[in-house]
T-cell receptor, first 111, second 114 residues
């Protein structure tokens, strides 16, 4: 079956660094996406990994290890506006663009 | 830059009524996806279209149908509405083969069934 696990909730301090982990077991793998979603709003694309390694984009970085079925999203220099849910999603079959979504990690930033 | 447009943004219906949600993808995007998201839940994939043909089907109830038109806009038709259909309905679009094929989401339609 398809399964994606990520922590339900995390708390961090403004200006700090936080790492949100995601593990997956899917039938086939063709890319992992991270999305940010503020309450009541649409998910917005953050990053995409299909090969092992680290992808850096400003304050956000995403890492993938396909052999371990593991990814993390690293957020640096946290700002209050980073308080949101972070969704990990896996595209599980080439040619089939359906994404399998994790339940999301609610990140709470404290001053 | 143009984004995905959804209409209406809010919709209130009564049980057993019908509803039609519309989605206008980003220009030149050829793939449209529909998602249903309940409170505190992750998006549940309903159905997708590539080049006006259904490309994948998820947990879409038989009471729902969708299609993509020649101008690439898509409509989700919902009949015999139930209380449990109350949710945010997102449409997303992507350009197939465009690198990561990331999906760009519209603002969503909030459907409330009374």
């Amino acid at each position: 079956g398809q399964n994606i696990d990520q922590p339900t909730e995390m708390t961090a301090t403004e200006g700090a660094i936080v790492q949100i982990n995601c593990t997956y077991q899917t039938s086939g793998f063709n890319g992992l996406f991270w999305y940010q979603q503020h309450a009541g709003e649409a998910p917005t694309f953050l990053s995409y990994n299909v090969l092992d390694g680290l992808e850096e984009k400003g304050r956000f970085s995403s890492f993938l290890s396909r052999s371990k079925g593991y990814s993390y999203l690293l957020l640096k220099e946290l700002q209050m506006k980073d308080s949101a849910s972070y969704l990990c999603a896996v595209r599980h079959h080439e040619g089939n663009y359906q994404l399998i979504w994790g339940a999301g990690t609610k990140l709470i930033i404290k001053p | 830059a143009a984004g995905v447009i959804q209409s209406p943004r809010h919709l209130i219906k009564e049980k057993r009524e019908t509803a039609t949600l519309k989605c206008y993808p980003i220009p030149r995007h050829d793939t449209v996806y529909w998602y249903q998201q309940g409170p505190g839940q992750d998006p549940q994939f309903l159905i997708s279209f590539y080049e006006k043909m259904q490309s994948d089907k998820g947990s879409i109830p038989d009471r729902f149908s969708a299609q993509q038109f020649s101008d690439y806009h898509s409509e989700l038709n919902m009949s015999s509405l139930e209380l449990g259909d109350s949710a945010l309905y997102f449409c997303a679009s992507s350009l197939t083969g465009g690198g990561g094929d990331e999906q760009f989401f519209g603002p969503g339609t909030r459907l409330t069934v009374l």
